[in-house]
Nanobody, 125 residues
């Protein structure tokens, strides 16, 4: 089992920045691909960013490319999502997710085995 806890959400004005953190505990963090997703009421949970265990493979949703940066610190069992130039449409509950895979990362939600409880991000216009 892997437990994931997100933090860092909040209310920010458009154009501002937030840094989300995801702390993992339980089994070793090594060899887990990690992803960030977000969800708003009435919509499907959508992919935001994904990073492989080594950090060598990183993917972003088109809507966040150039504004968001995903990173990880395996020594500290942490994953981060730096969000800059935030827009009102970035509002939602942000979740981190984990899947055991030493080589790849994933851009859809189905492969992920473990999820955090989410952190709310609200961007005001």
């Amino acid at each position: 089992q892997v437990q994931l806890v997100e933090s860092g959400g909040g209310l920010v004005q458009a154009g501002g920045s937030l840094r989300l953190s995801c702390a993992a505990s339980g089994r070793t963090f090594n060899y887990y691909a990690m992803g960030w997703f977000r969800q708003t009421p009435g919509k499907e949970r959508e992919f935001v960013a994904g990073i492989s265990w080594s950090g060598g493979r990183i993917y972003y949703a088109d809507s966040v490319k150039g504004r968001f940066t995903v990173s990880r610190d395996n020594a500290k069992n942490m994953v981060f999502l730096q969000m800059n130039s935030l827009k009102p449409e970035d509002t939602g509950v942000y979740y981190c997710a984990a899947k055991f895979d030493p080589y790849k990362t994933y851009t859809t939600k189905d492969p992920y085995d473990y999820w955090g409880q989410g952190t709310q991000v609200t961007v005001s216009s």
